[in-house]
Every structure is written in structure tokens, then in C-alpha cells.
């Protein structure tokens, strides 16, 4: 499959933190989430995305381009919105478009119009006067209106209340539908993936810990629930995490197979894991 | 795409340049004295410039510089366009000047603003603040300006209190100096030579700050 988006061997070192040997890619049609805990590098990778922030090692392509030699063919593709979602604040919605506009070839003004009509943007109302949710939906119709091939969106859905989390997460699976688009979604918000995400990245400490599709993720990974005088050490081995408490153990397991084996009949359940059970125990086995 | 960034600095900033009136007032007082027009309208361009130079601090203070260079244009160009409107915003400064010498009250005359000498004179200074300030406030934004008119504060600070304990001169003899070079750089610039070998130091100055700064634009992470 064609990736529209690639990153290999990518490394980046800050004083206290480092990227290391990050590689992923996403295929053409399809929705990547790129979840961590705060800190694990998701907004360094974004930016290295948008060419804001150099590799030291490694290479970062975006439809076949490097974003920091070319810049303006591969921006030009690109809907952003920043983590925060940052314009002028004495301008107005209508002031901040009309400059934005004329850089991208592809600007649909009619498109835009009716996006910020559709997500209630108040165009006659400083853009500093706006709520946060509110400054990321100007954000977001500015990344739409320009048919751009890929969407990078850094934490896109914090500060948005539920209805319209959930309208924009319909949109963007209906974004990639026609197989041309894709999107890149950072969060750490993982309930906002599980209902749309086809790939999922897991980076912490600024290492990749895994990186495939949605369906192979849930395939391999299972909670286990069970009396805590269970777990004994060929138990815990099997566990990539594991929580005790005085009453029972919570763990997470790729191995569901072995530990339903081991404590077959006995007072245990293996179960499917979500996201949040998944970034918590491989982020604490590490 | 050239067009779109200078179009985009000086929408951005406009309500910033407007800080810039209430020294008019200054100015169109300063038309009545007999010897003021010429440092007035000079001075206007150094200040505009220098002003239209910080815009990247501004973007840097409002956290706008990420977002503005995630737009598809080059650093570059970028760049390029904070060069052009320091340039703008000095020219313009420059003509307003002129055009207050017509004020009821002016006692200058207009076509003596317009000398060549006194163009090439504004152009010279202006492009020195420029091409010194401008690296520094691509490189370290809001920062880099504090600390650079910082340390050119004490730098002063130090050289007149070097003078006035260790020189033999007084400091005041040492700025009155810098004074009679511009005006003996002012009295040459009637030469051709020394307009031609001014014109092609200020012509290598902005552009050695300009390739230095298009440089630092590109290796600034955001």
C-alpha cells in the first residue's frame, strides 16, 4: 500500500527527553492514532510532520516528501490544528481566513463558509474571545476547507463538549472514505480512537512500544481479573503489567491463551482490554 | 507566495504599526523647528524599520510562529517578507515625514527631505538596524530582542563609564564622534564613489544578514 505518511529511524534528542528510532506509516484511507501518556513525544512527532521540528537521524516523508526540503508541496497537503490552536487574537474568523487562504491552492471558500457555519463559529467575535473548544473548531474548519491529503491533529478533541466530539469524529472516518485522505490523530483521550482509529501507534518515552492496525492491537492484548493468591511467578511473567489489590489482581496479557490455560476452572476471567488498559500496563511494564 | 507572506505581516501587524501615530504628533510639532526636519524624517525610518523588525518577536510573544509555519511557504519566504515590510514600514515612516513638511505650521522644506543624500543616508541607517536585529529576532524571538537592547544598554553604560574612569577622552567626545561621522557620511554621500561604495556595503550587509537569518529560520525548531 501507498503511505501517504512514513517516518523511519527517527531520532531527536532534548535536554531530558529523546526521541528514539521512532518508525511508523500510514497507509492511503485511513486513520492513525498516535497515543501516549503527556510528555512521550506526540506533539515532537506532529511538528516533525509539519517540518516545525528537524530529525537529527531518520527520515520523515509525507506523499514521498521530505517536509523540511520541501516545505510548501508537502504544508500544502496538510490540514493542521495544533494542540493549541493558536492565531492572532484581535483578529476576527473571517480576517484570520482571508489570510490564510491564498496559501493553499486547493481552498474551497464555500466549503469553509459552510463549515463555520456548520460548527457555530461566531465570525464578528475576536479570535482571544473564543473558548477553547471553540478556537479549535476554527482550527479545524481552516484545516477542512482546503481538501488537504493528510490531517495532522494534535490532541484535536480537548476542550470540545461530547455532542460535537462525537459529530467530528464521524466526519473525519467519512474524511478518509474515499480512500485518497488519511489522518493523523494525537491524543491521549484513547476513547476517541476506539471508535474510529484503523491504526494505532503507542509511543512513550519517546519510543514507538507498538504500531499496527486497530484489529491487532485488541487481538493481542487481554485483561486478566482474578484472585490475587493466583498469581504466582510463571503468572505474572505472562503479564505485561499488573495491578494487586487486597481483594484481586488486574493485569495485561498477550499470551491469553497461556493464562486461560493456567487458570482454567479457578476464580479468574480474561477479558477484552480497552486503550486506556493497553497505554496504562505497557506503559508501566517498560 | 512572496505576496501572500508580506500581505499576511502587514495584516497581522497593522494594529501594532499603528503605535506608531502618536510620535507623529511629535513630528508635525518638530516641522516647526528650523533644524529638525532633516534627523526627524531619518529618524522616523530608523524607528518604523526597527519596529517592523520585532514583528517576529510579536508572533513569538502571542505564540503565532508555529501556526504561521505550518502555512504552505517556505521559511524562507518568510523571511523574506519580515525584510520587505521592515523596509515598507521605514519608507512609509520616511514619507510621512515629507508629507508633514506641508503642514500650515512647517517651517522645512519638503524637496530638502527628498535629497539623495539624505535618502541614502536614511537607507543606511535603516538597513544597519536591520540587518543587526533582524538574525537576532529570527533566532531567539521576544527573547533575543530583551537581551540584545539589553546588552547594547550596558554596553553603553560600560563604554562611558570605561571613558570617563580610564580614557583620556570623555565619553561625550566619543558619542559626539559617532555624531560627526554621520554627518561627514551625510556631507560624502554627495560623491559618486562614496555612494557607490556606500550602496554596495549596505547591499552586502542585508544580504549577508539576510542569508544568516533565512539560515537560522531554518534550523529554528518551533
Redesign the interface.
Known sequence: MDPILELRGVTKHYQGFALRDVSFSLPRGYVCGLIGPNGAGKTTIV?MI?????PEGGEVRVCGDDP?YA??????R?G?V?E????????RMG?IA???R????RWDQPLFEALVREFEIPTNTWFDSLSRGTRTKAALALALAHHADLLVLDEPTAGLDPVFRRSLLERLSAYVEDGHASVLFSTHLTSDLERMADYITFIRDGRVMFSSTREQVFDRWFIVKGDPRLLDDSIRQALAGVDVGPHAFTGLTSDPAAIRRRLAGRDAVVEAATLDDIMYYVGRSC | MLRNALRKDLLLNARHLWGIVPWFLWVAYAMTEPEAGRITAVGAAFIGSLMATTIGAREDKLRTTATLASLPVSRGTLVEARYLVAYIVGAATYLIVVMAAGLPWSVQRAAELCELKTLLLTLTLASAAIAVLMPVVIRFGLLGVLVFLGVFQLLGVGLMVAFEFFGSRSSVGVFSAIERGIAALHAGLEQPVVILETLAIVGLAIWLSFRLSVFLAKRRDL
Do not use: N
Open positions: 511538528k509539519l517540518g516545525l521540528v528537524r523540511v516545505e510548501r508541496a508537502v504544508k500544502d496538510i493542521f495544533h493549541v490552536p493558536a492565531y492572532y487574537g484581535h483578529l480576517s482571508s489570510i490564510v491564498p496559501f493553499y491552492r
